[in-house]
């Protein structure tokens, strides 16, 4: 078990050689999600317990592969706040927490070796931890309101980056239905994802 408060992980998609253009991009910004929605910074403290127990959930274990101890998800957590490569927030709905969202700098992301990023681009991760939830419509009618916020929270971002593992169907189907347009399959260290993108404008592909 990890016991040092200063041993933080290295953020494993995080990339060390960038310019200084990408790395004095700021954090990206808290999304200010419509009512009934709401999205709050994660807490290393309060929040880790809860992250790890809904990441162990069948089928976020199978569709994240994070399914880590309190201890370690608050160390992940803690790593992300230190830096400006993502932020981890706690999702809500009427009140009620229902998911967990990674947005992150995608210039500072593995994926950038994938296409031609933008310093400010954004990329996403999302999860729905409520199983009432899960395949109930919820995350089609929340994505859309999801990037159009992000966007207005984000002037300079030009995109918004997907990357599920190539064989998670309904991430896939789900990004495919909000209008994401598809970059193809790309191999990276660990997995073969697909890779998707949702541009402000067309232009913006």
Request: negative net charge; proline residues 9%.
């Amino acid at each position: 078990m990890i016991d040092s408060d200063d041993v933080l992980p290295i953020l494993p998609r995080e990339l060390t050689t960038i310019s200084d253009e990408v790395r004095h991009v700021p954090a990206p910004a808290i999304p200010q999600i419509a009512a009934p929605y709401a999205a709050r910074l994660a807490d290393p403290d309060s929040d880790a317990e809860l992250v790890s127990e809904w990441m162990n959930l069948p089928h976020l274990a199978e569709a994240w592969e994070y399914d880590w101890p309190p201890e370690r998800w608050r160390l992940y957590l803690k790593a992300q706040l230190a830096g400006t490569f993502s932020r981890p927030f706690i999702t809500s709905r009427k009140g009620e927490q229902i998911g967990y969202i990674e947005l992150y700098r995608a210039a500072k992301d593995s994926i950038a070796t994938r296409y031609d990023a933008d310093p400010y681009d954004l990329g996403m991760h999302a999860a729905i931890a409520d199983t009432k939830l899960v395949n109930r419509g919820i995350a089609p009618l929340i994505m859309p309101k999801l990037l159009a916020d992000l966007f207005a929270a984000e002037p300079q971002c030009r995109r918004v980056m997907f990357d599920p593992d190539h064989r998670n169907l309904g991430a896939r189907r789900l990004v495919e239905y909000v209008g994401c347009t598809f970059l193809g399959e790309h191999q990276m260290s660990n997995r073969r994802m697909a890779l998707y993108v949702f541009p402000r404008t067309p232009d913006d592909i």
